[in-house]
């Protein structure tokens, strides 16, 4: 372990050829610099009159980390990884629980650089979370989330093995403002993942040192 006090960061998930590692603050500038133009941010996040968009995104990319940095129990938390292949990041997978303790579910998020795309990885970096969800975090359900036309997105889990959770219809950000859009939701059991046998060929590094952080002795 290299950080005792916060061992999270000595976390690693390997899967085919791909790294995944918890986001530090020496990782913000690279993320922010290379966020794709079409990942939606929070459209509730703070922004300010007269900046450019694009240090405006990756604003919002820093405030979003310290929060959840800031403000992390194992009770409510949130994990951005990384994503690297052969040395180069490819894109970043976010893992959360929100009454984790009690509920046990965890939700997912991602994005891939668009060179990166359409070869697989988005499929092997979720898997890699799922592992560590379904695995050493004791997880007993994951839901996912994605508009009705993110097809990648929703392929991807499809694939896994998530089923349909029903739909809702919400405000969506768009060019000319908003309007509304249907949402899809799915979800996956811990059951269906384990008699798929999802987690295989997943490695996870450094776990132990982390189980407090999550609320588990």
């Known amino acids: 372990m290299t950080n005792r006090y916060w061992p999270l960061f000595d976390l690693r998930l390997h899967v085919d050829d791909l790294e995944l590692r918890p986001m530090t603050e020496a990782d913000q500038e690279l993320v922010a610099s290379t966020l794709p133009a079409d990942l939606e941010l929070d459209p509730s996040a703070t922004t300010y009159a007269g900046e450019d968009p694009h240090i405006t995104r ?3 990319m820093h405030q979003a980390y310290w929060k959840y940095m800031g403000t992390w129990t ?3 938390w949130r994990v951005t990884f990384v994503v690297s292949r052969q ?3 490819i894109g970043a997978q976010e893992l959360e629980g929100n009454d984790f303790t009690m509920l046990r579910t ?3 998020a991602s994005f891939l650089l ?3 795309r359409g070869q697989g990885h988005g499929k092997a970096m979720r898997r890699a979370v ?3 969800a379904f695995g050493p975090l004791e997880a007993q359900a994951a839901i996912t989330e ?3 036309d993110n097809h990648a997105s929703l392929g ?10 029903g739909e809702s219809l919400e405000s969506r950000h768009g060019a000319d403002g908003e309007s509304p859009d249907t949402m899809v939701h799915l979800r996956l059991v811990r059951r269906d993942w384990l008699e798929r046998r999802g987690g295989d060929g997943v490695r996870i590094e450094g776990f132990d040192a982390c189980r407090m952080l999550f609320g588990l002795d």
């Open 114 to 116: 668009p060179a990166a």
């Open 74 to 76: 194992p009770k409510a």
């Open 146 to 148: 994605a508009w009705h």
């Open 87 to 89: 040395g180069a990041m």
């Open 156 to 165: 991807v889990s499809r694939a896994l093995g998530y089923l349909p959770n």
């Open 106 to 108: 965890v939700d997912t």
């Open 130 to 132: 799922l592992a560590l």
């Open 58 to 60: 990756g604003r919002i």
